[in-house]
């Protein structure tokens, strides 16, 4: 909603949440900085104390400039300028195809 | 509002999905999941609850994504944080001339693995909202623009912490209410206990003349101009 949306989100929060573990986890070896063996590689799913936790956030963007399309002089031209709306929504597709 | 190239891209749900298969998160934070739903005939009155209740084709971006995940073979269950905010409704005309409703419904979701247990989903709208009226004075009519965030406590291996997940208003001429709505939200977060991942659409460039409280710190995205 009457955002600037951003495509590509990917934020990786690994540190902070290592640093969750280093100082929850009741010490031991536990490391904000050492992955366990069976952690830390890019690919890998949170296995573990000491492994990675990784955050992804996303704008997924809804489709359509709300802000420029929605200064309407008179109430009349309001049913037009929201069908046009949802015709960005839906020309943007996005769903796409079938997989 | 942005909305460059890149975001507009069809297909994006499977584009999304496509990065969540190469990166695997644990959590996932998604913004502006939006809701269509539809209502014919009209029955439109100026400042009336939105009551459309017809979920519009394709109008679920929640049910794509969920249909992307479970097509890939992807296990991260139900989301464990749904978050509305923004509820919109208004009249729209169709190719027959015929007048129908239109709501939006703006929400914010979190996902997590199973592994990671959830309790608690909390939302909040911020106290700062951005109005808009349509159709000239007289008209009555006009829309709230409402943002805010959400809360989820999480588990993961016996670690408690909070995931909060927020979408800021733009910069620019609502640059105020963006950064009214970020200090609510520091204000909101105080008294939190533990550790708090912070997950949002913060509508902020990282730069010195950004708000400082809307100024991310955080690993730089592979594609320019974007964080």
């Known amino acids: 909603m009457l955002a600037t949306p951003k495509w590509t989100r ?6 902070a949440v290592c640093l969750v573990w280093g100082c929850e986890s009741g010490g031991g070896n536990a490391s904000p900085t050492a992955p366990a063996p069976d952690a830390g590689t890019a690919s890998a799913p949170y296995t573990g104390p000491g492994a990675t936790l990784k955050v992804m956030t996303r704008n997924l963007y809804f489709g359509a400039e709300i802000n420029a399309s929605l200064v309407v002089p008179t109430a009349a031209q309001i049913p037009p300028v929201v ?11 996005f769903p796409g195809g079938p997989s | 509002m942005g909305g460059g190239a890149a975001e507009r891209l069809p297909g994006r749900a499977k584009l999304i999905v496509d990065e969540i298969v190469a990166e695997q998160p644990d959590i996932i934070a998604f913004q502006e999941m939006e809701l269509f739903r ?9 400042g009336a609850s939105p009551n459309a209740e017809t979920v519009a084709p394709n109008g679920d ?9 479970a097509a890939r073979g992807l296990d991260y269950g139900e989301p464990v944080l749904v978050d509305p905010h923004t509820d919109i409704e208004l009249p729209a005309v169709d190719a027959s001339g015929a007048i129908y409703d239109l709501r939006m419904t703006d929400r914010n979701v979190v996902f997590v693995r199973p592994s990671i247990s959830a309790s608690n989903p909390r939302g909040q709208d911020f106290a700062s909202s951005f109005s808009v009226p349509l159709g000239g004075f007289g008209s009555g009519i006009s829309i709230k623009l409402t943002r805010g965030f959400g809360a989820v406590d999480l588990v993961a291996d016996d670690v408690p912490f909070t995931l909060v997940n927020t979408h800021l208003e733009i910069g620019g001429f609502l640059a105020s209410d963006q950064e009214a709505q970020a200090k609510n939200l520091v204000d909101a977060l105080a008294p939190l206990a533990g550790q708090v991942i912070l997950a949002g659409d913060f509508n902020s460039q990282q730069t010195a003349l950004a ?9 730089r995205s592979p594609m320019p101009g974007r964080w």
């Open chain 1, 10 to 15: 990917l934020f990786l929060f690994s540190t």
């Open chain 1, 83 to 93: 069908a046009g709306l949802w015709a960005a929504v839906q020309q943007s597709d």
């Open chain 2, 38 to 46: 539809t209502q014919s005939p009209s029955d439109f009155v100026p």
């Open chain 2, 61 to 69: 971006m929640l049910a794509i994504i969920e249909g992307e995940l």
């Open chain 2, 211 to 219: 708000p400082r409280a809307t100024r991310p710190s955080r690993k």
